[in-house]
Nanobody
């Protein structure tokens, strides 16, 4: 399984960015994509959850991004998006895509991480 993330960059405070992450190599006959999400890690800090979306459409957000970030999924394309508006300097971090697969028969979970994409919010 490979996760290809894109969309990071440098933006001024108050600006917007849209991150994308496409999953490939998933054997759909064997696994379902249970959850897709985004985490971030700022220098000197631990990785933290930003937002997740389940296959059923349930979303979860960190309090710090509620009302500013929107996560969405294109299940047909195995892709997750993160629309970020009103960005703040404290949003500066490396953003990581995360996918959790579930085996159809055993129900075992398998987690994968994509490479990070840097988001820098600065004037």
């Amino acid at each position: 399984v490979q996760l290809q993330a894109s969309g990071g960059g440098l933006v001024q405070p108050g600006g917007s960015l849209r991150l994308s992450c496409a999953a490939s190599g998933v054997s759909i006959s064997t696994f379902g994509i249970q959850m897709m999400g985004w985490y971030r890690q700022a220098p000197g800090k631990q990785r933290e959850l930003v937002a997740t979306a389940t296959s059923g459409g349930t979303t979860n957000y960190a309090d710090s991004v509620k009302g500013r970030f929107t996560i969405s999924r294109d299940n047909a394309r195995s892709t997750v998006y993160l629309q970020m508006i009103n960005l703040k300097p404290e949003d500066t971090a490396e953003y990581y895509c995360n996918v959790r697969l579930r085996h159809h028969l055993t129900l075992s979970s398998h987690e994968y991480w994509g490479q990070g994409t840097q988001v820098t919010v600065s004037s």
